[in-house]
């Protein structure tokens, strides 16, 4: 059964740009979640979407934001890049929601110039 | 509110000898915990999860974690560290209601394994 995967692996970008990421969750999940995982922060909870909705996000500005499509895979958009953006962003999917366990890809690292 | 405390940032053990990672939790309700391992430029990968079942929870590797309610711990063990180990080891709760879904992570405890 194949894992989570995340798309690129890796990616440059400008102060200002735009990026998307995107991520597919296991087969049969409904539930994906990103986290972004930044130098001296840790891993923090961004955003979860469930059956296409988003159902809560973490204390993250509103220039990020995604999107869950009928198949459950998700992107996520980040507006106006910051240089402290820079960090391994990590998609996982659960079954479904409370007391699920997540499973996790493998990340997509970005860069901010 | 839920929050997770890993006392220790780096812990070095010799190959071979036993492995503890410690952790300690809070939560308003019933948690969910997990432990998670991170190797290097790799994603996280899940070693084992406790949900209120039984208190003694055995993962993968060789690895295992007691939940113990009264001291509010879910502390990591391993009988004898591989050179294989030496990763970075995220302590997680989450909370089994619905809400706020959402895994809060520990600040990660960087395992280093000594020849």
């Known amino acids: 059964e194949a894992g989570v995967t995340q798309s690129p692996t890796h990616l440059i970008k400008t102060r200002g740009q735009q990026v998307t990421l995107r991520c597919s969750p296991i087969?049969?999940?409904?539930?994906v979640y990103w986290y972004q995982q930044a130098l001296g922060l840790g891993l923090q909870f961004l955003l979860w979407?469930?059956?296409?909705?988003?159902?809560n996000r973490g204390n993250f500005p509103p220039r990020f934001s995604g999107r869950q499509f009928p198949n459950y895979s998700s992107e996520l958009n980040v507006n106006a890049l910051e240089l402290e953006d820079s960090a391994l962003y990590l998609c996982?999917?659960?079954?479904?929601?409370?007391?699920?366990?997540?499973?996790f890809g493998p990340g997509t690292r970005l860069t901010v110039l | 509110a839920q929050s997770v405390t890993q006392l220790d940032s780096h812990v070095s053990v010799s190959e071979g000898t036993p492995v503890l990672l410690r952790c300690n939790y809070s939560?308003?309700?019933?948690?969910?915990l997990f432990w998670y391992v991170q190797h290097p430029n790799k994603g996280l990968q899940l070693l084992l999860k406790?949900?209120?079942?039984?208190?003694l929870v055995k993962g993968i590797n060789g690895f295992e974690a007691e939940f113990k309610k009264s001291e509010t711990s879910f502390h990591l063990t391993k009988p004898s560290a591989h050179m294989s180990d030496a990763a970075e080891y995220f302590c997680?709760?989450?909370?089994?209601?619905?809400?706020?879904?959402?895994?809060?992570f520990g600040k990660g405890t960087h395992l280093i394994i000594q020849p």
């Open positions: 996982a999917s659960s079954l479904g929601t409370s007391g699920y366990t997540q499973y």
């Open positions: 406790y949900t209120s079942a039984a208190t």
């Open positions: 939560s308003s309700y019933s948690p969910s």
């Open positions: 979407y469930d059956e296409g909705e988003e159902r």
């Open positions: 087969s049969g999940h409904t539930s």
């Open positions: 997680v709760v989450t909370i089994s209601v619905g809400g706020a879904d959402g895994l809060t």
